[in-house]
Structure formats: structure tokens, C-alpha cells
């Protein structure tokens, strides 16, 4: 019993949100649209996965944009008529975006090609380093001639 | 020639350095510039509900500009340096410019507390979920917003303001 009261502790002070809400119950679908949007105050983390302020009243409405029958487009529209594009996690396929849609695509080729080529000379520069029997024949002379 | 590609990369470091450095972070460009003001609805914070009412109304306000400036108590130290500054302007400008506090995701005894602290005396509404920083596009307090006349966002500042840049941004905002 002793070893349960920081338990019962602990839960309690986890269960505390910063406005002393309760969490609100949110459906799965809320978390998947958040996912796809960014948390505005954090670094690299999603409106789903984090628990800042500004997190937690997105996913509150989105979750009251679903129950009024909004579709996920239309609620990510929402946010991005307020944040802009910037605010989707991934940005839509069309314009200059391609460029960073296809970024990792050219950045591979590049090194591939960079890799041929090294290989290439790599190859190149062993081939010369190879005597031909001439040559050693002739260094074999010159050696026992000495 | 790879000797080249590799001096030639050097200036293009180097511009793209300066480019970044000339960049003002505070000149943050909201997609609202240029589009009409959300409108919103907020309770006022008791100090301010015997001049303004109950409650706040941002349509309500339109035919002077507005200077809509987001903060809470737990900003330090950008929003505690640009207090006094905010209530400088309005002192000035209050016959002109109308400015509006919104007290974002904040407990009330503590922006009860800030307000006291820098005696603000503009009205100063309370949004503890920061509902209407969403729709503004806020990324984080504080955030000034110039809202002009016809009630069309002109400008967002993000971070503490100075004086210099709140006096100008309210030149370019009065009719």
C-alpha cells in the first residue's frame, strides 16, 4: 500500500493539463490530420505529436470542425488560409515545391554520378600502376645486372 | 577546373550568408497581409470592463486602425520589454489608433499580475486556449498586428516591438 500512494500520486499529476481541463477525448481521425500539420511553435514536431498550447487547441478544433462534417481537405484548408502553405507538413505537389519533392531523387544521382566517376579513376590509376612484362623484364635485368 | 568549382562556391556561400543576415526576423510576412482582419470575440479582463463592457468585438471597432498585439505573462523577456513600449504608443496615439491586447494561453491572476506590473491601461481581452492566435496565423507570442481603418491586416511584427518600429508601422496604418 505504501508503494501505491506515489503511484496514485504520479497519476495525478500527469493527468493535470495546463488549464486544469481534463484532456479531451479525441477521435483517431483528429491525431491523423494533426500529423499532417505543423505545430507552429515547436521544432520538426506535428501538431498531433506535440502538446504545446497552440497543439492542443488545433486538434480541439479540428475536432470541432469534424463533428460540423468538415472534410480533412477543408479543415487543412482552414489552416493554411491562416499559416499558409507552410503549416502542411508536406507541401503540395506543384511549382518550385517539385524541386523539394524531387531533391533527394537529384542528390542521389549526383553522388552517383560523383561515385562513377571516382570509381572510374580509381581504376584508371591502378591500370598504370600495372607493369607491363617488358618493363619488369627489364627492370630484372637491370637489377641483376647490378 | 575542380579547383574552380570549388573557389567559384565561395561567393555563392557567401551571398547566400549576407542574403540571410540582411533578413529581419522580426518582419515575419502573415498570408493575412492584405486580407481582411478575422474578426473575433472576447471577454475583457476585469480592469478594463467598466470603460469597454464585458465583452470585445473586433467588428465592432472598425473606422480606426487597430494595433492587435498577442502576449501572456509567461513570455519573458520579449513581451516584458515591449510592454511599456505598447503603452507609450498608446498614450500617444489613443485619439488615433485603437490597440487591443489579447492575453494568449495564459492563467488570469498572472496576466492580472503583467497588467498591473506596466499599469497598461489599453484594453486587454482574455484567451486562455489562444483560439484567436490561430486565427491570425500566430506563431508565438508576442505578435503585433496593424490593422488598418477599413479593417485589412497591413503588417505583422513578430517578437517584443521597439518604439521606432511601432511609431512607423502606425504611420503607414493611420488614414
Known amino acids: 500500500m505504501r508503494l501505491l500512494w506515489p503511484l496514485v500520486f504520479f497519476a495525478f499529476a500527469f493527468a493535470q493539463t495546463p488549464t486544469g481541463e481534463p484532456p479531451p477525448d479525441l ?36 475536432a470541432e470542425m469534424l463533428r460540423q462534417g468538415k472534410s480533412a481537405e477543408e479543415i487543412k484548408r482552414y489552416f493554411v488560409e491562416r499559416y499558409g502553405e507552410w503549416i502542411l507538413y508536406a507541401p503540395p505537389k506543384r511549382g518550385i515545391n517539385w524541386l523539394l519533392w524531387l531533391a533527394p531523387l537529384i542528390g542521389l544521382l549526383v553522388f552517383g554520378f560523383g561515385f562513377w566517376r571516382y570509381l572510374a579513376e580509381a581504376g584508371r590509376r591502378e591500370a598504370e600502376l600495372e607493369l607491363s612484362d617488358e618493363e619488369l623484364k627489364a627492370l630484372e635485368r637491370r637489377l641483376e645486372g647490378e | 577546373m575542380r579547383r574552380w568549382v ?14 540571410g543576415m540582411q533578413r529581419d526576423p522580426g518582419e515575419l510576412k502573415s498570408v493575412l497581409v492584405g486580407k481582411p482582419a478575422p474578426d473575433f470575440e472576447l ?33 519573458y523577456p520579449a513581451c516584458y520589454e515591449e510592454a511599456p513600449i505598447l503603452e507609450a504608443g498608446w498614450r500617444r496615439f489613443r485619439d488615433r489608433v485603437l490597440f487591443f491586447g489579447v492575453n494568449t494561453q495564459d492563467r ?18 482574455y484567451d486562455p486556449r489562444g483560439k ?10 508576442p505578435e503585433t498586428f496593424f490593422i488598418d481603418a477599413e479593417g485589412r ?6 517578437g517584443a516591438i521597439t518604439a521606432a518600429e511601432l511609431e512607423k508601422r502606425i504611420r503607414e496604418v493611420l488614414p
Not at chain 1, 491523423?32 to 505543423?38: D, H
Not at chain 1, 511553435?41 to 480541439?60: K, Y
Not at chain 2, 488570469?108 to 481581452?125: C, K, M, R, S, V
Not at chain 2, 491586416?153 to 513578430?158: I, K, N, P
Open chain 1, 27 to 62: 477521435p483517431p481521425e483528429v491525431f491523423r490530420i494533426a500529423s499532417e500539420l505543423r505545430c507552429p511553435v515547436c521544432q520538426g514536431e506535428s501538431a498531433a505529436e506535440s502538446n504545446a498550447g497552440v497543439s492542443q487547441e488545433m486538434r480541439r478544433q479540428i
Open chain 2, 6 to 19: 570549388y573557389f567559384s562556391l565561395v561567393p555563392v556561400l557567401g551571398a547566400l550568408f549576407w542574403w
Open chain 2, 43 to 75: 471577454s475583457l479582463l476585469p480592469p478594463y470592463r467598466a470603460e469597454w463592457g464585458e465583452r470585445f468585438r473586433l467588428s465592432e471597432h472598425r473606422g480606426k486602425p487597430v494595433v492587435l498585439n498577442f502576449w501572456a505573462s509567461w513570455c
Open chain 2, 108 to 125: 488570469e491572476a498572472d496576466a492580472l499580475e503583467f497588467i498591473a506590473q506596466f499599469n497598461l491601461t489599453f484594453p486587454h481581452g
Open chain 2, 132 to 141: 484567436v492566435g490561430i486565427d491570425y496565423g500566430m506563431y508565438g507570442v
Open chain 2, 153 to 158: 491586416v497591413r503588417y505583422r511584427h513578430a
